[in-house]
């Protein structure tokens, strides 16, 4: 091989974290680290100094101001006494005042001279989001006890700033809930969807149906490991939990003393098994039922009977009466329709109120609720399913299949609130790191959730006017404990923070790695199971005919890079990557980034081939999804392997449901012995290596003839398949069709049964 080269957070433990060493950053060091980043930032002259005879002065004694007079005193390493604001003029004050000048309703302005620090808005959640924004600059930007002279002037973008929690795959207790809310609010997030009911598990007490929670809150066992196992594993144990209306009460004052409303969600028509399991007479079949111990979907669904509309109105009544807010939500997504189209019942209602099909009879369920709940001075949001036969005319649409349904519904002027799976979706992968927690799929890193706009660009003014904002889901099949939820909400939550409040204008990348570093410290001193991918490499290549440029980078320069290229594990004293090095050789590259001599992010491991084709050119006959086709037609034949991630690599060609059929021009004829073709195999996911593949040669790229075949067999391990074609004979060509024929169509009682799987694809090495 030749080398060459070329605030608060629970209040009582943000007083305890006040002494911690500050984080020097060694390039571009932000003014403030305030997250989200405020709309304007002017630095003034001098400091306010901190000093045990520093007050609070507030105008009133009512328990909102007091509240967040008590979040900045404990912030503060001295004990600041409290004051009534009276006429004459403060110095060594911090102030808090309500002005009507200031428009936004959740806007605020801070302002720090050398005598006072003044807290202005125009309501109690202003002043609530000022004083997070001052915990910030006493923790990160503070220097012995003088804090910088600043004015900031800040509102919200969104309305709704919204992350999701689902409690009924697995449950989580009161106390760790309030920790979320806490966490929340550190972020200036105001709203919490609390997914309450699921198929596997009730997990509210509603006192007229006992039954919800003494049968629907448990589960006789729990399925381990991924859904797409053979044989699937489970536990055996007894598992389950709900929350008693005074726990709700409990936590509902928590969360409103922290400017967070919560949006609490009972499914309906669908996911709704552990319901039916508690009270089978309101399916469409006779049951009985048991609370599901496998994830995924149910097709027992409730049956739009009067009696069931008077259950969920009973069932509902008890939730308005728990939640003040103003949206109740209603679920409405993945609701098979197998069991209504096989219901005389059912196909009776659709005839007689004169419906086109099941979705216009789900649309008249929707329908029905919503009357009901707009009856008792509430509205309904629901997942974007709900516009499936026409969308109730008050109710707001989530859209989490893509951004299509939110567009649809704001062209509709209905109210969205959008939450794709592809930025929004916590539950997703964040690294390439092989020994990543086990999650339901998907690969959404920091970048890409910092990345979103919620606005469609495709929305006139006015239709965009009815995006509320956005929200980050964290749904649990595969997650059962709390501190495995702090790994994969934070630090993604706090990306979308700046998302949905920061104008966009104002959002950079780079800048809010550099902020996020010391929250990042301090959160994890007290206590918050923070992922760490800050420091993950990515690695450019660029095939230059006869060798490959290799790039590695981190997000910011701030990180060292090291690195190898025997493939031993890298250290802090290995090979520092300062510039593109090129080679010319099988070679196994691993990186490592550094900050400050500690280890940020995964092991980057990237394996290079140097083969015939490497570096020739393709043409694809038949064309990839255009979701996986970064790499574009030649990442086949660049010499480089993806690497376990067909989410995230730009390597890895995906087909959906066709053949895979390509032309390699080698340039000149040569004598070909041997191809090895590299494969994704994940049936779980609908992915299937091909059934066949077939290798022709010409050359004259038009008349081909057979050199070599080879017939696969079923792999029921989802991994990388390298499979070797050895032709018939060392053939001379210059052009190579290579054809790898479709699995064909899933069998039934498989995921995706009756569907034609995906083909990946991610190297073609010739010999």
């Avoid at 890193?445 to 706009?453: A, D, F, G, K, Q």
């Amino acid at each position: 091989m030749k080398i060459r080269y070329r605030f608060t957070l629970i209040f009582i433990i943000i007083i305890s974290s006040f002494g911690f060493a500050k984080t020097p950053l060694k390039r571009n060091k932000p003014f403030l680290h305030i997250i989200p980043k405020p709309v304007s930032i002017i630095k003034l002259k001098g400091s306010f100094k901190l000093n045990k005879d520093t007050r609070i002065v507030f105008d009133t004694l009512d328990f909102g101001k007091r509240s967040i007079a008590e979040l900045i005193q404990k912030a503060l390493p001295f004990e600041a006494k409290f004051e009534l604001l009276d006429t004459f003029e403060y110095t060594n004050a911090i102030i808090l005042t309500l002005d009507d000048n200031i428009e936004n309703k959740e806007g605020y302005q801070l302002k720090v001279t050398k005598k006072t620090i003044e807290l202005k808005a125009k309501t109690d959640a202003g002043l609530f989001y000022a004083a997070q924004s001052l915990a910030q600059i006493i923790y990160f930007d503070s220097k012995k006890n003088k804090i910088p002279s600043v004015q900031i002037d800040d509102y919200p973008r969104y309305e709704y700033r919204g992350l999701h929690l689902d409690v009924g795959r697995h449950f989580f207790p009161p106390a760790f809930v309030k920790k979320y809310i806490d966490l929340m609010s550190l972020y200036k997030f105001n709203r919490f969807h609390w997914h309450l009911t699921e198929d596997q598990g009730w997990r509210i007490e509603i006192k007229k149906y006992p039954k919800l929670t003494k049968i629907g809150a448990f589960r006789d066992s729990t399925m381990m490991g991924r859904y797409s196992d053979k044989p699937r594993k489970f536990d055996h144990t007894k598992y389950g939990g709900f929350y008693t209306q005074e726990e709700v009460k409990d936590i509902v004052k928590y969360s409103q003393d922290r400017h967070i409303t919560i949006v609490p969600e009972i499914e309906m028509p669908g996911h709704s098994r552990a319901a039916l399991a508690a009270y089978p007479e309101l399916a469409c079949t006779k049951g009985p039922f048991s609370v599901m111990s496998i994830w995924g979907i149910s097709n027992d669904i409730y049956c739009p009977y009067e009696k069931t509309f008077k259950f969920l109105e009973n069932v509902l009544t008890e939730v308005i009466e728990l939640f003040p807010g103003e949206y109740i939500h209603i679920g409405g997504d993945e609701a098979p329709k197998s069991r209504w189209k096989e219901s005389d019942f059912c196909q009776n209602l659709i005839k007689e109120k004169g419906l086109k099909d099941e979705h216009q009879l789900q649309s008249y369920f929707i329908q029905r609720i919503e009357k009901f709940v707009n009856s008792k001075g509430r509205k309904i949001i629901g997942w974007d399913e709900i516009l499936e036969g026409g969308l109730a005319q008050n109710a707001a649409v989530m859209s989490w299949r893509g951004e299509s349904g939110g567009i649809e519904a704001a062209k509709q002027h209905h109210k969205v609130v959008m939450t794709p799976g592809n930025y929004c979706y916590f539950d997703h992968y964040q690294s390439l790191d092989k020994n990543e927690p086990l999650a339901i799929g998907g690969f959404t890193p920091l970048e890409e959730v910092y990345s979103y706009n919620p606005t469609p660009t495709v929305l006139s003014d006015d239709e965009a006017k009815y995006i509320m904002g956005a929200q980050g889901n964290m749904w649990t099949e595969y997650i059962p404990t709390g501190e495995l939820i702090e790994y994969m909400v934070y630090p993604r939550a706090i990306a979308l923070s700046e998302v949905v409040w920061s104008q966009p204008e104002k959002k950079d990348y780079k800048d809010f790695v550099r902020r996020l570093l010391p929250h990042m410290e301090k959160l994890k001193k007290d206590g918050v199971n923070v992922a760490n991918h800050l420091g993950d490499i990515t690695a450019k290549f660029t095939n230059t005919g006869n060798s490959i440029s290799v790039h590695l980078q981190t997000s910011i320069d701030d990180f060292d890079i090291r690195y190898t290229t025997s493939g031993a594990k890298p250290t802090i004293k290995s090979k520092k990557f300062k510039k593109d090095f090129e080679i010319d050789s099988d070679t196994n590259i691993k990186a490592i980034s550094f900050y400050k001599d500690k280890k940020m992010g995964y092991e980057l491991n990237r394996k290079i081939k140097m083969h015939k084709a490497a570096g020739k050119k393709m043409k694809l006959l038949i064309k990839p999804s255009k979701k996986y086709y970064k790499g574009g037609e030649n990442a086949l034949i660049n010499g480089i392997l993806g690497s376990n991630s067909r989410y995230a690599d730009d390597q890895w060609l995906g087909f959906n449901g066709t053949d895979f059929i390509g032309i390699i021009d080698l340039g000149k004829r040569m004598p070909i012995r041997k191809i090895f073709m590299r494969f994704y195999n994940s049936k779980g996911a609908w992915i299937y290596p091909p059934k066949e593949i077939e290798i022709l040669v010409s050359d004259d790229n038009v008349n081909f003839k057979v050199a070599g075949a080879f017939k696969l067999k079923e792999y029921d391990k989802s991994n990388i398949l390298s499979v070797p074609i050895r032709l018939l004979r060392t053939t001379y060509t210059r052009y190579l069709k290579i054809k790898a024929i479709n699995y064909g169509t899933i069998p039934k009682g498989r995921q995706g049964g009756g569907h034609k799987p995906w083909l990946f694809i991610d190297e073609i090495i010739v010999k």
